[in-house]
Structures are given as structure tokens and as C-alpha cells.
């Protein structure tokens, strides 16, 4: 099993900027991709970002060239890094770990971004 505690986020103004962290533990060896995600009010979840265990990194059209994954090794800890945060980017952020057992995720932080 792998174990996902999720932090940074907060109340930020409109062209600010977030850091989230997911440090995981357990069997992390086991892991594939790691992936955020984001639900706002009333929408589905969608993916925002993901990067696989060879390092390659993918980013959803609608925070490309804003939002950047990246990740700690050593710290077992994947980042995204929010920059130009708009309103829209509001949302409850969750990371996942895809492994071969299965995919495993954590409580999600909450990202307000006001106008």
C-alpha cells in the first residue's frame, strides 16, 4: 500500500502563486506515475498533471506553461508548482499514485484563488 498526505494549499490572489507537496510512503516502489488532480464545486475531476516513474511529465492544456510536477526522490514527495493562478484554479487538489497494485490516493488540499 502507499500512503499520500497532501499540503500547500491555501488563499491566494489572482496572479499568485502555490506550491502543493504529496510525500508518500509505504510501498513507493510500487509506484508507476504519480498524478494531480483537481475538483472544483459542481465539476468533475479532472487531471492536471502527471509524472511517471522514468520522469516524463504531461500537463493538461488548460495549466500549461502555468502549472509544473516535478519531484523529490530523495524526499519521496511530488510538487506542483501553481504559477498565475487564475479564479478557475479553484478547486479541491488531489494527488494519486498509480501502481501495480492499484491506485491510491490522499485527502486532497484546497486551493482558493480569488478575483
Known amino acids: 500500500q502507499v500512503q499520500l498526505v497532501e499540503s500547500g494549499g491555501g488563499l491566494v490572489q489572482a496572479g499568485g502563486s502555490l506550491r502543493l507537496s504529496c510525500a508518500a510512503s509505504?510501498?513507493?516502489?510500487?509506484?508507476?506515475?504519480m498524478v494531480w488532480y483537481r475538483q472544483a464545486p459542481g465539476k468533475q475531476r479532472e487531471l492536471v498533471a502527471l509524472?511517471?516513474?522514468?520522469?516524463?511529465?504531461n500537463h493538461a492544456d488548460s495549466v500549461k506553461g502555468r502549472f509544473t510536477i516535478s519531484r523529490d526522490n530523495a524526499k519521496n514527495t511530488v510538487y506542483l508548482q501553481m504559477n498565475t493562478l487564475k479564479p478557475e484554479d479553484t478547486a479541491v487538489y488531489y494527488c494519486?499514485?498509480?501502481?501495480?497494485?492499484?491506485?491510491?490516493w490522499g485527502q486532497g488540499t484546497q486551493v482558493t484563488v480569488s478575483s
Open positions: 494519486k499514485a498509480n501502481t501495480i497494485s492499484g491506485d491510491y
Open positions: 509505504g510501498s513507493i516502489f510500487t509506484i508507476n506515475r
Open positions: 509524472i511517471t516513474s522514468g520522469g516524463t511529465t
